[in-house]
T-cell receptor, first 114, second 114 residues
Framework: KQEVTQIPAALSVPEGENLVLNCSFT??????LQWFRQDPGKGLTSLLL?????REQTSGRLNASLDKSSGRSTLYIAASQPGDSATYLCAVAYYGGATNKLIFGTGTLLAVQP | GAGVSQSPSNKVTEKGKDVELRCDPISGHTALYWYRQSLGQGLEFLIYFQGNSAPDKSGLPSDRFSAERTGGSVSTLTIQRTQQEDSAVYLC????????????FGSGTRLTVV
């Protein structure tokens, strides 16, 4: 079964700290992996997309890594800010034949305290 | 359009009634997806369209759920004889062919069945 797990489920940090969010997936035959941000009552905002052949992607203060063989990805947020407070979702894409879908993790609720 | 548009943004319906949810994808995006986010549950895949065809309907929870897409553009998700467990946020996403370029999500329709 294709499952995606995120740890921790919730995290509270003071402003300025660096932090790491973890994602693991059971089926390593992924097409790509995407990190999203979800604000309360809002849709999903794509943060970073890593193709299965890539090891990492960076955008500003965000860095995502991918270890496909071990079924793991991490999202590193540098110098956290209160505006980073949101739920972060990891999603793994499976593509081939009739299949084209994202399997989402359970999410990490991040609170950055000013 | 500039983004994925969903309507209505909120819908309250009585148990047993039928509802239709609409999604307007980004112009030129050939792939369209429906997901459901229930309270306490993660995001679940419902159905995937490539053009007007739906090669993967594996996530539709029951035969009360159906979806169609016309003109390779607008999609409608229909829920017949709604039940309280259908209450959720229904999210639509679109992408260029396949998942190479990632998904763009709409803001969702919050469905409440009373």
């Amino acid at each position: 079964k294709q499952e995606v797990t995120q740890i921790p489920a919730a995290l509270s940090v003071p402003e300025g700290e660096n932090l790491v969010l973890n994602c693991s997936f059971t089926d390593s035959a992924i097409y790509n992996l995407q990190w999203f941000r979800q604000d309360p009552g809002k849709g999903l905002t794509s943060l970073l997309l890593i193709q299965s052949s890539q090891r990492e992607q960076t955008s500003g203060r965000l860095n995502a890594s991918l270890d496909k063989s071990s079924g793991r990805s991490t999202l590193y947020i540098a110098a956290s800010q209160p505006g980073d407070s949101a739920t972060y979702l990891c999603a793994v894409a499976y593509y081939g034949g009739a299949t084209n879908k994202l399997i989402f993790g359970t999410g990490t609720l991040l609170a950055v305290q000013p | 359009g500039a983004g994925v548009s969903q309507s209505p943004s909120n819908k309250v319906t009585e148990k047993g009634k039928d509802v239709e949810l609409r999604c307007d994808p980004i112009s030129g995006h050939t792939a369209l997806y429906w997901y459901r986010q229930s309270l306490g549950q993660g995001l679940e895949f419902l159905i995937y369209f490539q053009g007007n065809s739906a090669p993967d309907k594996s996530g539709l929870p029951s035969d009360r759920f159906s979806a169609e897409r016309t003109g390779g553009s607008v999609s409608t998700l229909t829920i017949q004889r709604t039940q309280q467990e259908d209450s959720a946020v229904y999210l639509c996403a679109s992408s260029l062919t396949g998942t190479v370029y990632g998904y763009t999500f709409g803001s969702g329709t919050r469905l409440t069945v009373v």
